[in-house]
């Protein structure tokens, strides 16, 4: 019988009563597995994720009923997410059936059973599974349709980039380093490299912020503790590895690890095993890894404070993200789609931005790059009134840097107002393309390594525009000047 991917945990004491369950449950290609006591299932438990447990009321030590209640409750932290539990009960203990299933069963059958009932209760056992993993699925794909309307949506040859990059390396199991200011979307690209993998999709994807934690905590974080590992550790946990387990385990803010979390994240990503805090077992664990900083890690290697070799094996496949004010263009599309979800999620009435507001932010300089843009949106939307979003408020920023102080010191980009948006922001790619090209002092080449463009985008971009006489024949010179 060729495999489903279901997992089936017989619990009972009777040895003969679990081979006749296992026999006449084999064809519905379930992998199933024996315990003859409560603890024995709890050993298994560990290490393997379990969909459905048919479980005897009565067992040796814990009974049934207990190890319900153990399971519901997760007091042991058996699992992350308890199994659907069938009561096995005996002939006239319809009471204890009841109580059962007030505690949390799925449902319950008594002996002596007939065969065909004991199917048809797994097998709605392993439908409402399968109904719960297509929800699951159909939840994931509409936060990664949200998220796409968000800190990832724009047109720019950046995101562009960032989106080819994501597309070809998701349904790897390369590891990958996301690089990116704070509020760029690192996360949302570690989340999107998750959803698209065939391989992974179906796991956990399991995020820890290392520069959120305290460095004696982090590592309980990740490789999780045995009970009395240290002060306060009162029973068993796992960690992050084990629950991303089949899944994607993101690391954000790598560079913030301590040199001996680093060595223990090194090792496990050699051996993919890892040992809990307090522990000396061995634990296979499968998982990839996306990691993300706004730190140059290349210089904290040189310093000393990150290893060169856990380095190498993170950054398999790195994907840059540009801050906000380097893809300016992308702006109107990221205010219109947080306009958007800003009006849907306080029930208000969708409203576009007003012009001379989004000139107002088009010219700001977001040092919170897209997070910003978006909490920006949001208060405009609940604070504007009439048919447009015009209470935009960005003259306050924590580095009062803006666009225009920018074009003091660069030169100026300030743009002047027109009726038309489509004409005002051509002119200012105007301004901006000529000026990144005096400063390669007409090197295209060079003007579109600032720009963060392929050389022939920007010549395109030139044409477009209407300098490509002036500047394109300069390409031609490029090789020669480099």
């Known amino acids: 019988m060729e495999k489903n991917g279901l997992q089936l945990l017989v619990v009972d004491d009777e040895e003969a009563s679990r081979y006749g369950?296992?026999?006449?449950?084999?064809?519905?290609?379930?992998?199933?597995?024996?315990?003859?006591?409560?603890?024995?299932?709890?050993?298994?438990?560990?290490?393997r994720k379990f969909d459905v447990l048919l479980l005897d009321v009565n067992l040796p030590g814990i009974s049934g009923l207990d190890f319900l209640?153990?399971?519901?409750?997760?007091?042991?932290?058996?699992?992350?997410?308890?199994?659907l539990v069938i009561i096995v009960t005996a002939h006239g203990s319809e009471r204890l059936a009841v109580q059962a299933v007030k505690s949390g069963a799925y449902d319950y059958i008594s002996k002596p059973f007939e065969l065909d009932d004991l199917r048809l209760v797994v097998k709605n056992a392993f439908e409402t599974i399968r109904l719960r993993r297509e929800n699951r699925s159909l939840r994931r794909r509409i936060e990664i349709e949200t998220s796409q309307r968000g800190a990832l949506l724009g047109n720019s040859e950046a995101m562009n980039r960032v989106r080819a990059m994501i597309e070809k390396v998701a349904d790897t199991d390369a590891t990958v380093l996301v690089r990116g200011e704070s509020g760029t979307g690192k996360e949302l690209v570690a989340r999107e490299?998750?959803?698209?993998?065939?391989?992974?999709?179906?796991?956990?994807?399991?995020?820890?912020?290392?520069?959120?934690?305290?460095?004696?905590?982090?590592?309980?974080?990740?490789?999780?503790?045995?009970?009395?590992?240290f002060t306060g550790a009162a029973a068993r946990r796992k960690g992050k590895f084990e629950q991303a387990n089949g899944g994607t385990l993101f690391l954000d803010e790598i560079g913030d690890m301590s040199a001996n979390v680093q060595a223990k994240l090194l090792r496990a990503l050699e051996e993919r095993r890892i040992e809990r805090l307090g522990g000396d077992e061995s634990i296979p664990v499968d998982v990839r890894i996306v990691s993300a900083t706004h730190r140059a890690l290349e210089e904290d290697i040189i310093e000393g404070k990150f290893r060169a070799d856990l380095f190498y094996r993170l950054r398999v496949v790195t994907i840059d993200i540009a801050p906000l004010r380097d893809r300016r263009e992308d702006i109107p599309v990221l205010a219109d789609a947080f306009a958007r979800q800003a009006a849907e999620r306080h029930g208000l009435r969708e409203r576009p931005v007003g012009r001379e507001a989004l000139r107002k932010l088009i010219a700001y300089g977001w040092p919170g790059n897209v997070r910003e843009l978006r909490?920006?949106?949001?208060?405009?939307?609940?604070?504007?009134?009439?048919?447009?979003?015009?209470?935009?408020?960005?003259?306050?920023?924590?580095?009062?840097?803006?666009?225009?102080?920018?074009?003091?010191?660069?030169?100026?980009l300030s743009v002047p107002y027109t009726s038309d948006f489509r004409d005002d922001r051509r002119e200012f790619e105007r301004r901006y393309i000529a000026r990144c090209l005096e400063e390669s002092g007409g090197n295209v080449t060079r003007a579109a390594s600032i720009l963060g463009m392929h050389r022939q985008s920007l010549q395109h971009k030139l044409r477009e525009l209407g300098m490509g006489r002036r500047y394109v024949a300069v390409g031609a010179q490029d090789k020669e000047d480099k």
């Not at 939307?381 to 660069?410: F, H, Y």
């Open 193 to 229: 490299l998750h959803e698209r993998s065939t391989a992974r999709s179906g796991g956990a994807f399991v995020a820890v912020n290392c520069a959120a934690l305290p460095t004696e905590l982090i590592e309980s974080e990740l490789f999780g503790h045995e009970k009395g590992a």
């Open 375 to 412: 909490n920006t949106i949001e208060r405009a939307a609940i604070m504007s009134e009439g048919s447009e979003l015009v209470e935009i408020d960005v003259a306050q920023s924590p580095t009062g840097k803006t666009a225009e102080t920018d074009a003091a010191a660069n030169g100026n």
């Open 21 to 47: 369950i296992k026999r006449a449950l084999e064809t519905f290609g379930a992998e199933i597995a024996e315990a003859d006591s409560a603890e024995a299932a709890r050993v298994l438990m560990r290490d």
């Open 69 to 83: 209640k153990e399971l519901q409750t997760g007091s042991d932290s058996v699992v992350a997410e308890a199994p």
